[in-house]
Each structure stands twice: as structure tokens, then as C-alpha cells.
């Protein structure tokens, strides 16, 4: 793939499924390299760069949600050849849900399956209130309490000075974001959560049973809002096996 958004690992073709993976706020894609290992032979990973992130670590970034969706929809939209499926994580949720709401409202192909994880259902009120644009001392105060950031990286002055404008960015986008009421999509959603993720509560995810038309499942894992990391082999089995139900019913899915 001829394409900075789109990072694969292998240079096959007979894949039978592409999972486009988005990353948290602050991340890049690197979180998802060794993913095509723990999952089924006939998935093709595809993580998502975003603009200012790992490898486009050079190139602007994009600070509101519906300019990321729509430039994200153009990047993709030439990779839709084969069937399909979105997972995100926090940020990554919120794009892959508004993502899949762009190609519905394009007349593009949809997704099979949607994976939000470790993000309130979209038109629920904001868990927290904006820490994007505080001064450098309360927003890493903030950064540190979130546990998603190494104190080693936030004592680091010169390398929270490379990355504070990434995380900013990428807080703007969540805080900044507005949901707009459309019909439910017609795909199932399947989410998860941490058990002990204070801002995303267990209700806060089932509430994402409201923008399906199909079916919902919801999937709790022991550890806090990173469990992406912690629990990370616990969260690949589970989407094994719903890839792999995807894959059994061949012809009528896919």
C-alpha cells in the first residue's frame, strides 16, 4: 500500500478481511504492529497513521474530528475492495464510529463489523472537562493522572515538548467533538471496556447498543483505560474469535 495513512505488514493478497485499526490520543500505529501475529491467517491488520503521528511525525496535524473522518475516508476509500471491519480504541472509537457514518452518507461500502473500545457511546456528555488547552504544568498534572503517559516521558522535558502538541491535538479532537443525530448504522457493535476505566463506565459503553440496528455485545477486561496494553492478549483472543465468525460465514458475510 502506496499510502501514508495506511500502514501494513505483509505484502499478500489473498486476504479475506481488512481490519483498519485506529489508536488512542497521543499514539500512533506502531500499537498495533505485532497484532497480525495473535490474529487469524486470513486477516489483513491494517493500522491507520494519523497526519503528525509515528511515521508523518513531520506533517500537520489535524485538530477537528470532521476534517480527520472526511481526510480518513478519502485515504481508504480506495481500499475498500475487500470486506471490511473497524476497531478503535478511545480516540480511535470515535473515528472508526464517524468513519463508518462518512461512507454510509457517501454511498460507500460499510464495515462488517464495528470495535469501539475504551470510549463513551457517542452523544453522551463529555466525562471530564477539556484539558487540551490548559497550561503545560495542569495539563501534564492531568496527563499523569490519566496513567497513560510514563513518568519517564512526562519528566522528560524535551520529549514532552515533541509530543505536547500531538496529545493537544489529540484532545482537541475529543473535546472539540460534536455529535450530530443520524439513523442507527446497520452493522453489529461490538465494544469494550476496563473494569476499572473511571471515565468509561460499563453504562457509558452499553449505550453504544443505541446506534446499531444489529447486534450489540459488550465485553468488560480487567484494567484501566489502557488495558489495549495490559490486557492486550485477552482483548486479541476475543477479536479472533468474532473475526473468525465473520470468516466461517464466507459467502453471505464476505
Known sequence: MNNSWLIHL??????????????????????FRLWYKKLPEQIQV???????????????????????????????????????????????????????????????????????????APHLPGMHDPIHALPEDEFVR???????????????????????????ADFKVCE?????????????????GGTDDKDVTESALRAWEKHTLSEFKLRMLPGDHFFIHTRQAELLQYLSMELSILLKKGGRML
Do not use: W
Open 142 to 168: 492531568e496527563l499523569r493522572s490519566l496513567n497513560g503517559t510514563s513518568d519517564e516521558v512526562l519528566r522528560n522535558r524535551e520529549l514532552m515538548a515533541l509530543l505536547q502538541p500531538v496529545i493537544r
Open 46 to 120: 491494517v493500522p491507520v497513521e494519523l497526519p503528525g503521528h509515528g511515521t508523518r511525525l513531520r506533517e500537520n496535524l489535524i485538530d477537528r474530528l470532521s476534517l480527520l473522518v472526511e481526510e480518513a475516508g478519502k485515504a481508504i476509500v480506495g481500499y475498500l475492495d475487500k470486506p471490511f471491519v473497524f476497531f478503535g480504541h478511545s480516540m480511535g472509537a470515535l473515528i472508526s464510529f464517524e468513519l463508518a457514518r462518512f461512507l454510509r452518507r457517501h454511498q460507500l461500502r460499510q464495515p462488517k463489523h464495528l470495535f469501539v473500545s475504551a470510549h463513551i
Open 10 to 31: 505483509t505484502g499478500r493478497n489473498d486476504y479475506a478481511l481488512r481490519l483498519f485499526c485506529f489508536h488512542y490520543a497521543g499514539g500512533n500505529a506502531n500499537i
Open 176 to 192: 472539540t467533538y460534536q455529535f450530530r443525530p443520524q439513523p442507527p448504522l446497520d452493522i453489529p457493535i461490538s465494544a469494550f
